[in-house]
């Protein structure tokens, strides 16, 4: 998806969030500090609204009512296919129950998520780059998960053995992405990642364009142990 600036008109400032993971106190506490307004502002999700914390279905409520711009996440592709085939998963049946007969317009609204957004100075994608390959000709499944880079796409989670893809990454424009709470807030040249572990009892981030600023808040507790 291609989103220029002339189709926003009115709006200053791009707010990008990190993974939320169901945790809407701190959300709500970082729009706060941002001083978000949505008449100004555009607020774009790298993705992962829900799963392991607390309230997925108030975060998701949140992000629909703020007409925000969300990614695809690993988390939310994982509970659209809990969908299709009822898993084991406990959390993802709870989050069904939650939505109650209103369920299959909570599965439209997320199966709209695209697998990356490229704005005028950046993109956003959940997990990150295949290196040397356009995005709108990557699988969905690589850009919802891509942590490192083998050369052939066999392995993309092979941090001991393969470079991150964000040290491949060669393109013009900033790519801010989620997915990666181990690294932290990780700021680079040319990439923003911003997963840093708010529902592990950390914190939760969001950058700002074009001021190129962060923007974090801590966790109020540990809602899901890392191990």
């Not at 317009?105 to 199966?111: C, V």
């Amino acid at each position: 998806m291609r989103i220029h600036k002339k189709q926003l008109q009115g709006k200053n400032r791009y707010i990008v969030v990190g993974d939320v993971h169901g945790c809407i106190d701190e959300l709500e506490h970082l729009l706060r500090k941002c001083e978000y307004q949505n008449d100004t502002d555009v607020l774009i999700f790298v993705g992962d609204l829900i799963g392991k914390g607390p309230e997925s279905l108030e975060v998701l409520k949140l992000a629909q009512e703020e007409q925000a711009f969300v990614v695809m996440g690993n988390h939310d592709l994982s509970f659209l296919r809990h969908l299709e085939d009822e898993s084991h998963r406990s959390d993802w049946r709870a989050l069904k129950e939650q939505m109650g007969s209103g369920w299959r317009k909570w599965r439209d609204y997320i199966s709209s998520f695209p697998k990356y957004i490229e704005f005028d100075d950046f993109i956003v994608v959940h997990a990150g780059l295949i290196p040397g390959e356009a995005p709108k000709q990557s699988a969905l499944e690589h850009l919802c998960t891509i942590r490192t880079w083998d050369g052939k796409g066999e392995d993309l989670n092979n941090p001991e053995e393969d470079p991150p893809w964000y040290k491949l990454y060669e393109g013009e424009k900033t790519v801010v992405y989620g997915h990666w709470a181990t690294n932290g807030l990780n700021l680079r040249k040319s990439t923003v990642g911003l997963d840093s572990g708010c529902v592990y009892g950390k914190k939760l981030s969001a950058w700002i364009w074009p001021d190129n600023e962060v923007i974090q808040v801590k966790s109020s507790r540990e809602y899901k142990s890392p191990f």
